[in-house]
């Protein structure tokens, strides 16, 4: 649905364009070919937006391990087509959707992921934050050996019992059974000295490095660098680049958070048990949801907006790691976490705010954009306070009831703001002011006589 508007928005903007920057620069009579060049294209304009929205929503969001298992005797079409297709829809795009219209929980997903992979990284021997991020999310994965392997116990001195073979002897690998996702706590630090690789090996099992995501970051910086320089030399900003500017300045700190995080690690490393070996998960047993149907939905979006849903997983239970997995955060910990990002969402939503005197095309838009901008502002701004007032839950519950209360009426309505937002900023298009179109005057920066 939100594609379709979108694409309508575009298709309608650049019809509607079309013959509009020829008319914008006669209304300015312009007398001069090297004033003609100087103007910018509405293409332009979509292009660089699109460019850097795309880079801020897919390239710089680090998932999880989203583990597949092999099959056998696969068919063309099925390996070629169908399960690439498949991953797409089913894993890649709603990420992408989450990206798009709530970036600023993939801000806080990345902050837990953050802290959490410090703590670890300080519970093995030359372990780095970059090793926690793997651990996290999910690089390490369990398998059982065939009935036939042969094998031999590690060798570890731990009073507890961690049962994790090596195999040793012949066999094929696609007869290997995968069993679950590991967290720490399902190993012993001296399994992990031996299995776990180094930090360069990790960073080669992701698909980018710190080149490509200081290209990225680059890229990010100059978008928001012109949009800074227009501003000063009083030339207006579409509604489409506040839009990209909001995400682009969010998107420094996600990458801020995520830089040592490897990237699209799609197989984790196996560890093995024999066939005939338990796993039971180690650590707290997971929580439970509530039995009622209302009530569970009420309790999910309140966990899942301060990121302590992981305490109602079983990761023995998973095919896979959960795709906002960030490990078991204490609940004394998850308020001063959220705090931050819940205020750089709101950050986020105020950055909207720098069109709210923009000329729109309706009168009906500009009271739309106007509501929006509020809405994204108070949304967080009441997740910042419930974080706040989280590790108190027990002397403030009743404060918690009204923020939870309010949390629930005005998140449908955070939500429709950011669609409306996004598909303002390309209706807009159709409309806009002739200095909209004048290119930035970048000497007026350089020192002269």
């Given at each position: 649905m939100l594609v379709l508007l979108l694409a309508y928005a575009i298709t309608q903007s650049v019809h509607s364009d079309a013959g509009s920057i020829p008319a914008s620069i006669e209304l300015r009579d312009v007398a001069s070919c090297d004033e003609l060049n100087s103007q910018r294209s509405i293409w332009s304009i979509v292009w660089s937006c699109l460019s850097t929205i795309f880079l801020c929503t897919w390239v710089a969001v680090h998932p999880n391990v989203h583990f597949r298992?092999?099959?056998?005797?696969?068919?063309?079409?099925?390996?070629?087509?169908?399960?690439?297709?498949?991953?797409?829809?089913?894993?890649?795009?709603?990420?992408?959707?989450?990206?798009?219209?709530?970036?600023?929980?993939?801000?806080?997903?990345?902050a837990r992921q953050y802290v959490q992979a410090g703590v670890i990284s300080k519970k093995v021997p030359e372990w780095t934050r970059t090793h926690?991020?793997?651990?996290?999310?999910?690089?390490?994965?369990?398998?059982r050996l065939p009935a036939d392997a042969s094998f031999t116990p590690l060798p570890i001195e731990s009073s507890e019992s961690f049962i994790?073979?090596?195999p040793t002897g012949r066999h094929l690998r696609r007869d290997e059974v995968p069993v679950c996702p590991l967290k720490f706590e399902d190993f012993s630090v001296e399994t992990l000295e031996i299995i776990a690789p180094t930090e360069i090996e990790l960073k080669d099992r992701g698909k980018s490095d710190a080149l490509t995501k200081i290209i990225v970051l680059v890229q990010t910086l100059w978008f928001v660098i012109q949009c800074i320089t227009r501003r000063?030399?009083?030339?207006?900003?579409?509604?489409?680049?506040?839009?990209?500017?909001?995400?682009?300045?969010?998107?420094?700190?996600?990458?801020?958070?995520?830089?040592?995080?490897?990237?699209?690690?799609?197989?984790?490393?196996?560890?093995?048990?024999?066939?005939?070996?338990?796993?039971?998960?180690?650590?707290?047993?997971?929580?439970?949801?509530?039995?009622?149907?209302?009530?569970?939905?009420?309790?999910?979006?309140?966990?899942?907006?301060?990121?302590?849903?992981?305490?109602?997983?079983?990761?023995?239970?998973?095919?896979?790691?959960?795709?906002?997995?960030?490990?078991?955060?204490?609940?004394?910990?998850?308020?001063?976490?959220?705090?931050?990002?819940?205020?750089?969402?709101?950050?986020?939503?105020?950055?909207?705010?720098?069109?709210?005197?923009?000329?729109?095309p309706s009168r009906s838009e500009l009271v739309l954009?106007?509501?929006?901008?509020?809405?994204?502002?108070?949304?967080?701004?009441?997740?910042?306070?419930?974080?706040?007032?989280?590790?108190y839950r027990n002397r403030l519950k009743y404060v918690l009831y009204i923020l939870a209360t309010l949390l629930?009426?005005?998140?449908?309505?955070?939500?429709?703001?950011?669609?409306?937002?996004?598909?303002?900023?390309?209706?807009?298009?159709?409309?806009?002011?002739?200095?909209?179109?004048?290119?930035?005057?970048?000497?007026?920066?350089?020192?002269?006589?």
């Open positions: 298992s092999e099959k056998r005797n696969q068919r063309w079409l099925e390996k070629w087509l169908w399960d690439p297709l498949h991953e797409l829809i089913t894993y890649k795009v709603p990420l992408f959707l989450w990206a798009l219209l709530v970036p600023e929980y993939i801000l806080a997903w990345a926690g991020f793997f651990m996290i999310m999910g690089g390490f994965h369990l398998f994790f073979v090596v000063t030399q009083h030339l207006p900003l579409t509604e489409l680049e506040v839009v990209t500017l909001a995400y682009a300045v969010l998107n420094l700190f996600i990458y801020m958070f995520w830089w040592d995080k490897p990237m699209n690690v799609e197989c984790p490393i196996r560890a093995y048990k024999t066939w005939t070996a338990s796993h039971e998960e180690a650590g707290e047993k997971a929580a439970a949801w509530n039995d009622g149907r209302v009530l569970v939905w009420v309790e999910k979006i309140i966990n899942y907006t301060i990121g302590s849903q992981d305490q109602y997983v079983t990761i023995s239970q998973q095919c896979s790691i959960p795709m906002f997995w960030s490990g078991r955060i204490p609940d004394r910990d998850l308020g001063p976490v959220g705090i931050g990002p819940s205020i750089l969402g709101a950050a986020f939503g105020a950055i909207h705010c720098i069109a709210w005197s923009s000329e729109f954009w106007h509501i929006s901008c509020v809405a994204m502002i108070a949304v967080p701004f009441i997740v910042a306070i419930f974080c706040s007032s989280w590790a629930l009426l005005s998140a449908w309505l955070y939500v429709a703001g950011r669609i409306a937002t996004l598909v303002i900023a390309f209706t807009s298009l159709r409309y806009l002011p002739p200095a909209t179109f004048r290119t930035v005057d970048w000497t007026t920066f350089i020192p002269h006589i």
